[in-house]
């Protein structure tokens, strides 16, 4: 079980209320694919993704990008027990979606940049130790299956 400091919960929870997940979502998942072209093997159903303004501008990066923070949302209301919270969805990635557990931990550093550039100075040492805290343990709990 994680221990949180109230610092890290209250941090978390700061972070996520002010995201503006259509514009950060797409913009993660849309960094992801163009960084790690390799990622977008996993997405071949996405349609036109031969370049970064084509990734960019896809609607369905868009959408997914947007379902991704929409699920973080679970982790942000029930940080005491994250490993249950996705457990379902932690089978689904490794039994329906085998091979996906590098993606989730290389968007998880694409998210962190999106977020850092979009709070600024805001965005401190102590804020990236709190959210980088929290998606490792959110990466860890989806991929457990993985184990």
Known sequence: MVQWTDFERATIQSVFEKMDYDDVGPAAL????????????????????????????????????KTVLRGLDRAVKNMDDIKATYAELSVLHSEKLPGRKKPLLQNRHNLTIVVAARMGADFTADVQGAFQKFLAVVVSSLGRQYH
Do not use: D, E
Not at 46 to 53: I, K, M
């Open 30 to 65: 849309s960094r992801c694919l163009v960084v790690y072209p390799w990622t977008q093997r996993y997405f071949g159903n996405f349609g036109n993704l031969y370049n970064a303004a084509a990734i960019q501008g896809n609607p369905m990066v868009a959408a997914h990008g």
